[in-house]
């Protein structure tokens, strides 16, 4: 793991700190960044969000769909946890501790809006830092690459419908036309483009040169995408942040009881069915972990840069690691 995944929790505090101190000393011109929109997509952070998931996207190879008959057990845990389980289940958790537990803390309007950033994080199953889990629990390499890749093909038809019932059953409306131009602009066009530039760089240049040279280079842009980012969210959450710090915690309960839940969940029904170590661990890990660069952009194009839902969602970002840290020495402890 690099330095920046390994203290991803730090570099994210760091810019809650940037952040609040650019919102309260911007002023008005940060408000001016808020307003340059398209359709209700935020120009800046649209570029952002590009430069942040197309890194992932580029990586991902589609050719290895056609092995998915291989750990095809594996493979089936993988896609009921992430589509049928875990954003209901997020939801669930959202809506007992927003609603219920946390109600004489939260404003109602304002625990809907945690509740929707809940859910898109729920929605949105990890794509990029599973790789990284995988490697740290001697996963397999080859069905980890198939089971993202069959993941992201999956995102494209089902994170729409799922997201829009979630939410409408929480009685937070938004308009389907949104949401769908979100996806198309969030997730399609970073994985066509990714898909395009991986078949051509891999053909004329090489596989070697692909990992070895290319890769490399591109990282630092999705790191410095993401941290500008979250520091331009945190700028928009200043006066919400120093008013309301408690609400961070808040946030974080629920988020990280649903992430032990989900592991906890794939790990035994794995372990149930006799997948292999190499193939249960990143099964587990896949769903426990976050699509959080999408469920960011979605919220902020749906929402608002300033909103309750886009806050819950930087949350996530902001837990990720030390919490998926812990289930990585839990899957090497009870390594079989």
């Not at 011109?29 to 952002?48: D, F, G, H, K, M």
């Not at 080859?142 to 059953?169: C, E, H, R, W």
Request: neutral net charge.
């Amino acid at each position: 793991m690099g330095k920046f995944e390994k203290y991803l929790s730090l570099w994210v505090i760091l810019c809650i700190i940037a952040g609040v101190m650019i919102g309260n000393f911007g002023g008005e011109a940060i408000q001016v960044i808020s307003q340059w929109e398209i359709a209700t997509v935020n120009i800046p952070v649209a570029i952002l969000v590009w430069l942040m998931i197309y890194p992932m996207m580029v990586q991902i190879d589609f050719a290895s769909i056609s092995k998915v008959s291989k750990n095809w057990k594996g493979l089936g845990l993988t896609v009921v946890i992430n589509w049928m389980v875990k954003p209901f289940s997020m939801a669930f958790f959202a809506w007992i501790f927003f609603e219920k537990v946390f109600a004489a803390y939260l404003e109602p309007e304002m625990a809907e809006q945690y509740i929707a950033g809940a859910i898109l994080l729920g929605a949105a199953p990890c794509t990029a830092m599973v790789f990284v889990w995988s490697y740290l629990t001697k996963g397999d390499a080859n069905y980890t690459l198939v089971q993202v890749s069959v993941n992201d093909l999956i995102l494209i038809i089902a994170f729409v419908p799922i997201v829009k019932f979630l939410l409408g059953i929480t009685n937070i409306h938004i308009p389907y036309d949104v949401l769908i131009s979100s996806v198309v602009i969030f997730v399609v066009i970073p994985l066509v483009a990714g898909y395009l530039s991986h078949k051509i760089l891999m053909k004329n240049k090489g596989e070697v040169w692909f990992k070895n040279d290319f890769l490399p280079r591109l990282k630092p842009v999705s790191i410095i995408a993401l941290l500008t980012t979250l520091i331009l969210l945190f700028a928009f959450q200043g006066n919400r942040i120093v008013d309301n710090p408690f609400d961070i915690l808040l946030i974080a309960v629920p988020l990280t009881i649903q992430t032990y839940f989900i592991f906890f969940l794939a790990w035994f029904v794995g372990r149930y069915i006799r997948l292999k170590h190499s193939i249960c661990a990143p099964a587990s890990m896949i769903g426990a972990s976050n699509f959080f660069e999408l469920a960011v952009a979605v919220a902020i194009s749906v929402f608002g840069l300033d909103s309750g839902a886009s806050l819950a969602t930087v949350v996530g970002v902001l837990i990720e690691v030390p919490v998926m840290l812990s289930l990585v020495a839990l899957a090497n402890k009870w390594k079989y």
